[in-house]
């Protein structure tokens, strides 16, 4: 059974530098592109980063361009957040989307097959 789980999160103080991570049992994730999204309280789910097979592929939403950094190692996926800021509190969320020929990152939450539940970041001095 597929299982994705994120960890690393909690309070943090702006300016904070926390990592997430997002570890998957039960799939291999050399066979997905891998995202986090968030939800800000009152706000609707949105993309963060997106990654393919490698680093080179990042892409990033613009709010969290140059602050944020993810990257993947065997099968856990990395959120590097760096100058956090109140704003950036959100329940995390990372996602799978399986890798077909021309597959590219996308946000599109329909196309992702696998979630984690998600794990909060709260961003307060």
């Known amino acids: 059974q597929a299982r994705l789980m994120e960890s690393g999160g909690g309070l943090v103080q702006p300016g904070g530098s926390p990592r997430l991570s997002c570890a998957a049992s039960?799939?291999?994730?050399?066979?997905?592109?891998m995202s986090w999204f968030r939800r800000a309280p009152g706000k609707e789910r949105e993309g963060v980063s997106c990654?393919?097979?490698?680093?080179?592929t990042a892409a990033y939403a613009d709010s969290v361009k140059g602050r944020f950094t993810t990257s993947r190692d065997k099968n856990t996926v990395y959120l590097q957040m760096n100058s956090l800021k109140p704003e950036d509190t959100a329940i995390y969320y990372c996602?799978?989307?399986?890798?077909?020929?021309?597959?590219?990152?996308?946000?599109?939450?329909?196309?992702?097959?696998?979630w984690g539940q998600g794990i909060p970041v709260t961003v307060s001095s």
């Open positions: 996602a799978a989307l399986p890798i077909f020929p021309g597959s590219t990152c996308t946000w599109d939450e329909q196309e992702y097959e696998f």
């Open positions: 039960g799939i291999d994730l050399n066979y997905y592109i």
């Open positions: 990654i393919g097979r490698n680093d080179a």
